[in-house]
C-alpha cells in the first residue's frame, strides 16, 4: 500500500528566505505527482505536475523535483512571502488506467512571517 | 478556465434531513471526483466518476449517494447522515481517468472547487 510523508508537519519562516519542502512515498511505481495548496477551510489548488518520467518541474518562484529510485519529492520556494502561508500537500498516482488515485500526504504547514 | 464550482459552500443539516451537495465544470473533462476532508488531514478520496459512470466507490456508506447527470455536473445525495459525517466536501475533475499510454500529463491534473463545509447536527 502506497504510504506518502511530508516532512515538516509546520514550518515557520521570515519572508523572504528561500525553503524547502519535502515528500516520500513508500512505492516507487508512480504515475506521477502533483503538489497542492490549500488555503484555510478551501480547496486545493495545484502547482505543479511531475510525470514519473521527469525530474523536475518549474513554475514561477516554485520549484519542484522528482527522484522516483528513491521516492522522494522536494518542492522550493524562493523568495518566501506572507501570501505563501498555506498548507502544501503533495499526492501521488499510481497507475495510469482505471482504478489508480491520488494518496495523499499529511501536508506543510507554511507561515511566512511579514 | 480552470473553474470547479460548489454549491453550497456551507450547510447545516440535521440527521434525518435529506440534502444534495453539487459540483460543476465547464472544463470538457470526463472525470469528476468527491473526496472528503476533515481538519487537518488531507482529502480522502469517497468517488470517481468517468465518463458519466460509476467507476470508484471506496466503500462508502450508502448515506451518501452520487449521481452523474451529465459531464457537467456531479452531485452528492446525503441522507441520515451522523454528526461524524461534518467535513469539508471537496469536487475534483481531471481531463481524463483512464488515461492512454503516452502523451502529455497534463490530463491528470485535478482541479478542485472551493468545497462544501458540511455540519451534521
Known amino acids: 500500500k502506497q504510504e506518502v510523508t511530508q516532512i515538516p508537519a509546520a514550518l515557520s519562516v521570515p519572508e523572504g528566505e528561500n525553503l524547502v519542502l519535502n515528500c516520500s512515498f513508500t512505492?516507487?511505481?508512480?504515475?506521477?505527482l502533483q503538489w497542492f495548496r490549500q488555503d484555510p477551510g478551501k480547496g486545493l489548488t495545484s502547482l505543479l505536475l511531475i510525470q514519473s518520467s521527469q525530474r523536475e518541474q518549474t513554475s514561477g518562484r516554485l520549484n519542484a523535483s522528482l527522484d522516483k529510485s528513491s521516492g522522494r519529492s522536494t518542492l522550493y520556494i524562493a523568495a518566501s512571502q506572507p501570501g505563501d502561508s498555506a498548507t502544501y500537500l503533495c499526492a501521488v498516482r499510481v497507475g495510469e488506467t482505471s482504478g489508480s488515485r491520488l494518496t495523499f500526504g499529511e501536508g506543510t504547514q507554511l507561515t511566512v512571517n511579514p | 478556465d480552470t473553474e470547479v464550482t460548489q454549491t453550497p459552500k456551507h450547510l447545516v443539516m440535521g440527521m434525518t434531513n435529506k440534502k444534495s451537495l453539487k459540483c460543476e465544470q465547464h472544463?470538457?473533462?470526463?472525470?469528476m471526483y468527491w473526496y472528503k476532508q476533515k481538519a487537518k488531514k488531507p482529502p480522502e478520496l469517497m468517488f470517481v466518476y468517468s465518463y458519466e459512470k460509476l467507476s470508484i466507490n471506496e466503500s462508502v456508506p450508502s448515506r451518501f449517494s452520487p449521481e452523474c447527470p451529465n459531464s457537467s455536473l456531479l452531485n452528492l445525495h446525503l441522507h441520515a447522515l451522523q454528526p461524524e459525517d461534518s467535513a469539508l466536501y471537496l469536487c475534483a475533475s481531471s481531463q481524463d481517468y483512464l488515461r492512454l499510454a503516452g502523451g502529455p500529463g497534463a490530463k491528470n491534473i485535478q482541479y478542485f472547487g472551493a468545497g462544501t463545509r458540511l455540519s451534521v447536527l
Open positions: 472544463m470538457g473533462h470526463r472525470a
Open positions: 512505492d516507487s511505481a508512480i504515475y506521477n
